[in-house]
């Protein structure tokens, strides 16, 4: 078992959720309320994570990086950005350093 089984399982859920009712899932009110609404929904939940890691506070931060992981996982469908994608562009920064990588994505 891999230790990312809960997060592609998350992930799978999500996409299932595109077809239910907004009225039964609180993932598919938000899908249904378009990309806008997920971006929002996911920079308040990053600002919480912020909060709570300068309060130095461990599980206060798990449980708000959770939520940070879950509007990102719902913001990337809406965005139609796979989780494949995202690990892609990860990959392909493999070796490479951080000031270099940024430095080439100035235009």
Do not use: W
């Amino acid at each position: 078992m891999s230790k990312f089984d809960t997060l592609e399982k998350l992930v799978a859920e999500i996409a299932s959720r595109k077809t239910a009712s907004p009225d039964l899932s609180y993932t598919a009110k938000l899908l249904s309320q378009g990309v806008e609404k997920c971006a929002k929904k996911f920079g308040e939940e990053a600002f919480e994570l912020a909060l709570a890691a300068v309060l130095k506070d461990k599980m206060h931060t798990a449980n708000e990086a959770a939520d940070v992981l879950y509007h990102l996982l719902v913001l990337l469908q809406t965005a139609d950005v796979s989780i494949e994608d995202v690990m892609a562009v990860l990959k392909s920064r493999e070796g490479t350093s951080g000031n270099v990588e940024k430095a080439s994505r100035r235009g």
